[in-house]
């Protein structure tokens, strides 16, 4: 089993729609989740971290099961800028170590 | 604004040459890493460094050897390049220990063709 699964999609999604994508892990002694996106042939950029208690970012949302060990994103109102890749990331116990998971594609359709 | 920057962007090699990706970042971060991304298999960690003089393995390290002589650089080298390397190689650097505060920050990424 991977460390950090995501659905890799692709996501199709009609502006101004809901979407949300989840990521599971393996490690229950994961210290720290983050949320990254990388856009086409470039490199990946942090979008948010993921706290226990869930936390939100404009039109974004995120939130951590640590019993289900999983993730999730929320983008509502979604909008054509928002095509990209969305990398899910949790690092290990001591922090030194970030695992990415192979990410999942959304293409945002006008 | 350099942040981090790798060269070269492009690199065509024969299997069994050598060549040395530069990483430098003008941001004094202590952390930095590199992460090569393929098709299906997301970034994987190659190396990476807590600070100057001190290196360690990631989940992919045969292949390569890295050094962090100073707080600024962190290249890493291709002893004898193979097909299965080719690959987009990400250079990134944090402020602390990467989960301190989550953002690594990348380079442009190099991308390396094998023969």
């Known amino acids: 089993r991977k460390e950090v699964e995501q659905d890799p999609g692709p996501f199709n999604v009609p502006e101004g729609a809901t979407v949300a994508f989840n990521c599971t892990y393996s490690?229950?002694?994961?210290?720290?989740f983050f949320w990254y996106r990388q856009d086409c042939r470039k490199e990946p950029k942090l979008l948010m971290s993921?706290?226990?208690s869930g936390n939100e970012d404009g039109r974004f949302t995120a939130q951590l099961n640590r019993a289900s060990q999983y993730i999730s994103l929320l983008i509502r109102d979604s909008k054509l800028s928002d095509s990209a890749t969305y990398l899910c990331v949790v690092t290990d116990f001591g922090n030194e170590k970030l695992t990415f998971g192979t990410g999942t594609r959304l293409t945002i359709i006008p | 604004n350099a942040g981090v920057t790798q060269t070269p962007k492009f690199q065509v090699l024969k299997t069994g040459q050598s060549m040395t990706l530069q990483c430098a970042q003008d941001?004094?971060?202590?952390?930095m890493s590199w992460y090569r991304q393929d098709p299906g298999m997301g970034l994987r960690l190659i190396h990476y460094s807590v600070g100057a003089g001190i290196t360690d393995q990631g989940e992919v390290p045969n292949g390569y050897n890295v050094s962090r002589s100073t707080t600024e650089d962190f290249p890493l080298r291709l002893l004898s390049a193979a097909p299965s390397q080719t690959s987009v190689y990400f250079c990134?650097?944090?402020?602390?220990?990467?989960?301190?505060?989550?953002?690594?920050?990348f380079g442009e990424g190099s991308r390396l063709t094998v023969l």
């Open positions: 941001m004094n971060h202590e952390y």
């Open positions: 490690n229950s002694a994961s210290q720290s």
């Open positions: 990134a650097s944090s402020y602390g220990p990467s989960g301190g505060t989550g953002e690594l920050f």
């Open positions: 993921v706290y226990s």
